[in-house]
């Protein structure tokens, strides 16, 4: 990473010139300001306000950038980081990009001007629909360690905290197919997230690897912008046959269990349902939901973990990629007493 400096001297200008022009100073002209502020992009020049007064100092504190603190999987998540974090001494500065790209990036360059030791970080859902990567490995080039959890980049080199979407679908319709299943639907409202793409996957090649099925495959997906209720509630008008449904986030199973009740079919009888990472609206389903446990808790504290190893050996370690394992619970949604 290039210094003041250094910069300084490849502008053949002073230090001191540098220096106010990246700080917009009213004595140099935008003519310079321009220029000096060019170079310091094109050589990726930052500043590190820590550095420059303790050298070699940490500080102790972890960056954490979640994409939305509504959602009760990151809620979880970042309990688990806190617990954990507090127990090996460190803090935490958490920023939410709201599934903003722009305010990934500025929460990213904000804090790693100084304030963190490493992040962790789970990316914004435009971020995946862009495909954007460049500016996570501007962090990682700043020799700042970064872990992503749950939504990461395979285009970035760094630790990773993951479940297998993929194998926790597949065991879902498995499950279904074993009770008997002939019509199973999946429902996909995250569809341009990684793991709507990969919860996808999993339920299709179930779906094909079992030869005695004779329904139809079908993937209901559901944008951002239509309204889920009635989307889901057209499902019943169109899928007349429909027994069995796979909701692969964490309110659509509740949604499909209340309209199918709406309409008198019995659970699970004639239908059965089973979401992801329901635990926080099941105390308002009757019949229990059935669900799949991400362990959103053990989660965020791998994750802390894994940075914090990396921020205190000093020795290079090799890159890791933490797989946590699943649960399906089954309750009143689903016919039988299974569980992986």
Known sequence: MITLKELAKRLNVSISTV????????????????RVKEAAEMYKYVPNRVALS?????????????PNILNHFFAKVLYGMEKEAS???????????????????????????????????SIAEETQIRQESDHLKSIIDQKLPMVMFDRISENVECDKV?????????????????EGR?????????????????????????IEDEKSYGGKTIVVTIGKEDDLERAIDAIFDTHKAVDGIIAIDNVSG??????????????????SIIGFSGENVLQFTSPKLSTVSQHSQEMGETSVRLLVDRLECKEK???????????????????EDFQF
């Open 19 to 34: 220096s106010k022009a990246l700080n917009d100073s009213p004595e140099i002209s935008e003519n310079t300001i321009k």
């Open 182 to 206: 002939k019509n199973i639907i999946l429902i996909n409202n995250i569809e341009e997230l990684s793991v709507g793409k990969l919860r996808t996957h999993g339920f299709l090649q179930a």
């Open 54 to 66: 303790l050298k070699n100092s940490k500080t102790k504190t972890i960056g954490v950038i979640i």
């Open 162 to 178: 993951i479940i297998d979407d993929f194998e926790a679908t597949y065991k879902v319709t498995k499950h279904l197919l074993k």
């Open 254 to 271: 509740v949604i499909a269990l209340n309209k199918a009740l709406q309409r008198s079919i019995e659970i699970p009888r004639d239908l």
């Open 317 to 335: 370690l090799p890159q890791k990629t933490k797989v946590i394992d699943v649960s399906l619970h089954l309750r009143g949604t689903t016919k």
């Open 87 to 121: 127990m090996l001494g460190y803090s935490l500065i958490t920023c939410i990009s709201n599934e903003s790209y722009d305010k990934e990036v500025n929460s990213l360059n904000l804090l790693a001007n100084g304030s963190v030791d490493g992040f962790i970080i």
